[in-house]
């Protein structure tokens, strides 16, 4: 393996009497089904105030939507900046100190970020608790480093696909109860979710084992190395893992086009209402759940990593494509089972990075690609709002209204031929 040195994973006994094979291989399920859990909880607990916080934000601005707006622009702006600083640092502790006490920690501290989002009396107070929040979220990077303790370097693809049909659940199912939550009480989503994180403490604090054995682990912990500057030098020197990097940005960056626009798209193009975007926004949950929980693993099995990142790519690429070029709703959605086949890519391009560090680079190699992909999220609201703006100012209908999609089929294009490029040796 390029980078220098084999994986070791919790199968490995520690000093102390040997461990039988047997005991060890369940070991190894029950870690991953905790990283599965943990990470459908959370998701569940962020989808859970999707719906509701803008509502909340239009309290404290006496019912102005345009302020209201505004204020949910920088609250997820804020969001994200907190994300870029606090991933490296959170995969760096995990590297020193292991990743269970990184991770229960981050959801004890998510925890008490919804509870202070759901008592808070001013806007202060709230902006605080979703600065926090997203300090504490940042333990995502940390599971992924979880995974690659434990999952054997061909497995680790469809085991980060497990974690993308986490995401598919939580996203799909949770605002709909959070929103009839809010109905009830438009704070009690925000309770629910507090009850939620901890609930997932506990069940860590009784299950979950340690992944990273100390002989794997960073002899000190250094500031120098956990910064976002510092975790992005580490992508820097392996060439490979500089230009997947660059593939995982891009493809993070194109998926923003999603949540930026396609409201306002289906209304403006198709004219739908909320009825028609919520039977499309369970169709992409169904397709992500289909593709990353099941075929995953099958296609990187058939094809190998290589190829299955590059087929991933390609029908995202298209994907993008055909949804802009749709002339009506009913295409858009024929479109949706191609572009769900991009969910391949990521985790085959994450399976690749993995294999280029060592296991004490694990936690920082995660934390870099978080701070990525919290760069792309700080750059996308302004990217494809103001193009999408653009469109409607122009008062541009048919293909040419489909600009934000085009542009994100470009990104995925690019970053298909920079991962043919970087991956020729794989």
């Known amino acids: 393996m390029r980078g220098g040195c084999s994986l070791v994973n919790s199968q490995n006994p520690p000093a102390g009497p040997p461990v039988d094979a047997s005991v060890a291989q369940p070991v190894r399920r029950a870690a991953l089904a905790f990283i599965f859990v943990t990470v459908l909880i959370d998701i569940l607990s962020f989808g859970l105030i999707i719906p509701v916080l803008p509502q909340l934000l239009k309290q404290f601005m006496g019912g102005d939507i345009g302020r209201a707006t505004a204020w949910h622009g920088l609250f997820a702006t804020g969001y994200m900046v907190m994300q870029f600083f606090s991933a490296p640092v959170q995969g760096a502790l995990s590297d020193r100190f292991g990743r269970r006490p990184v991770i229960l920690i981050s959801n004890l501290g998510l925890a008490l970020d919804f509870l202070i989002m759901a008592f808070a009396q001013t806007l202060p107070w709230l902006f605080i608790g979703r600065l926090l929040s997203g300090v504490t ?58 009850g939620l994180c901890l609930a997932n403490f506990c069940y860590g604090l009784f299950v979950l084992p340690e992944s990273l054995v100390p002989e794997n682990r960073s002899p000190q912990f250094e500031w120098k190395r956990a910064n976002p500057l510092a975790s992005l030098r580490l992508l820097r020197g392996h060439p490979e893992l500089f230009g997947l990097a660059s593939v995982v940005f891009l493809m993070g960056l194109a998926h923003l086009v999603y949540p930026m626009t396609f409201v306002l798209y289906a209304d403006y193009r198709f004219g739908w209402g909320l009825k028609m975007v919520g039977y499309t926004l369970l169709i992409v949950g169904v397709t992500t759940i289909i593709v990353q929980g099941g075929l995953v693993g099958r296609i990187v099995k058939k094809l190998g990593e290589r190829r299955a990142l590059m087929f991933g790519m390609g029908c995202g690429a298209l994907g993008f494509l055909c949804y802009g070029l749709a002339p009506t709703g009913y295409w858009f959605w024929a479109a949706m089972p191609l ?73 995925v294009a690019l970053g298909g031929l920079v991962a043919w490029r970087v991956t020729r040796g794989e």
């Open 137 to 194: 979220s940042a333990s995502f990077s940390t599971a992924n480093a979880y995974i690659a303790d434990v999952t054997p370097p061909e497995k680790r693809a469809a085991a980060f696909g497990k974690l993308g049909m986490a995401f598919g659940l939580g996203f799909t199912f949770a605002p709909v109860f959070g929103a009839w939550l809010g109905l009830i009480d438009i704070r009690m989503p925000f309770m629910v979710a507090a």
């Open 339 to 411: 572009a769900a086949l991009w969910g391949v890519a990521n985790p085959s391009a994450q399976a690749i990075m993995t294999r280029h560090v060592s296991p004490q680079e694990q936690g920082r190699l995660q934390g870099a690609i978080g701070s990525l992909n919290s760069i792309a999220g700080i750059l996308a609201p302004a990217l494809f709002t103001q193009t999408f703006a653009a469109v409607v100012h122009a008062n541009l209908h048919g293909v040419l209204a489909g600009a934000t999609f085009y542009l994100a089929a470009t990104m």
